[in-house]
């Protein structure tokens, strides 16, 4: 089993960034895609972008295309999201997850595509 835990949120103003890390221990996780899923108060979870397991591919959602981006490092195994141009409708509980299948070419963007789940990072962007 994977564990999984995410740091580095915390509040910034708009236009501001910050850098969240996903830190796996246990079994690795190289072998796996990884996404970052968001949830506001009130709303449902929903996927914000992931990387394949070979680091090679990336995908977003549209709202956060050109602002966010996601690496991993497999060697350390950590995956990140680099958030820069925060708006307030960023604000949210951030996650990782794994994906449940070996090797999977494409990120999934659905949570029950996902087996591991970090405990969340709290993300605050002010107007």
């Known amino acids: 089993q994977v564990q999984l835990v995410e740091s580095g949120g915390g509040l910034v103003q708009a236009g501001g960034s910050l850098r969240l890390s996903c830190a796996a221990s246990g079994r690795t996780f190289s072998d796996y895609a990884v996404a970052w899923f968001r949830q506001a108060p009130g709303k449902e979870r929903e996927f914000v972008g992931g990387v394949v397991w070979t680091g090679a591919s990336t995908d977003y959602q549209d709202s956060v295309k050109g602002r966010f981006t996601i690496s991993r490092d497999n060697v350390k195994n950590t995956v990140y999201l680099q958030m820069n141009g925060l708006k307030p409708e960023d604000t949210a509980v951030y996650y990782c997850?794994?994906?449940?299948?070996?090797?999977?070419?494409?990120?999934?963007?659905?949570?029950?595509?996902?087996?591991?789940w970090g405990q969340g990072t709290q993300v605050t962007v002010s107007s």
């Open positions: 997850a794994k994906d449940r299948v070996i090797t999977r070419p494409v990120v999934p963007h659905l949570p029950r595509d996902f087996d591991s």
